[in-house]
């Protein structure tokens, strides 16, 4: 299994949405930066991943799951940008701030803090296991 971290934009898709989806999931869809597009492509049914909240949250708020690798995505016309479907598992116990991430020097190679513009970034094992710890949340 790998770990992933999905960005997002609350007031455009939230948690909350996310949520509502239920086992059905959302498609991923919009990105068009081909290092996320790469990320996404490399991404296997069961793959977790951190749910972001970016703008003015800038905090993990929960943990999803890939329930379908890269597929066409129907909003990008021109057939060069595809997307993964993913559902929502649990919130996490205590959101993991960007400033709580930052603070931690186990972190300081996250691909959060080093590709901050990037709106799909994998997390390592390691780093997995310390924000799991750092947001109070099993899975």
């Given amino acids: 299994m790998a ?4 960005k997002s934009e609350p007031g455009t898709w939230s948690w909350d949405d996310q949520v509502r989806k239920g086992d059905v999931g959302e498609g991923w869809d919009g990105v068009r930066n081909y290092q996320a597009a ?3 492509k490399a991404m296997k049914v069961g793959d977790r991943g951190f749910f972001y909240h970016s703008v003015n949250e800038k905090q993990i708020v929960g943990i999803v799951e890939v329930i379908e690798e890269y597929h066409p995505d129907p909003t990008d016309k021109s057939g060069r940008f595809g997307m993964v479907t993913i ?3 649990q919130p996490v ?3 993991v701030t960007l400033t709580d991430i930052k603070a931690a020097p186990e972190l300081e190679d996250f691909a959060l803090v080093r590709q901050s ?3 799909v970034v994998p997390v390592t094992d390691a780093q997995w296991r310390l924000i799991l710890k750092m947001a109070e949340t099993t899975v």
């Fill in 3 to 6: 770990y992933w971290l999905f």
């Fill in 38 to 40: 790469n990320n996404m």
């Fill in 87 to 89: 559902k929502a598992i």
């Fill in 93 to 95: 116990e205590k959101p």
């Fill in 117 to 119: 513009r990037l709106s």
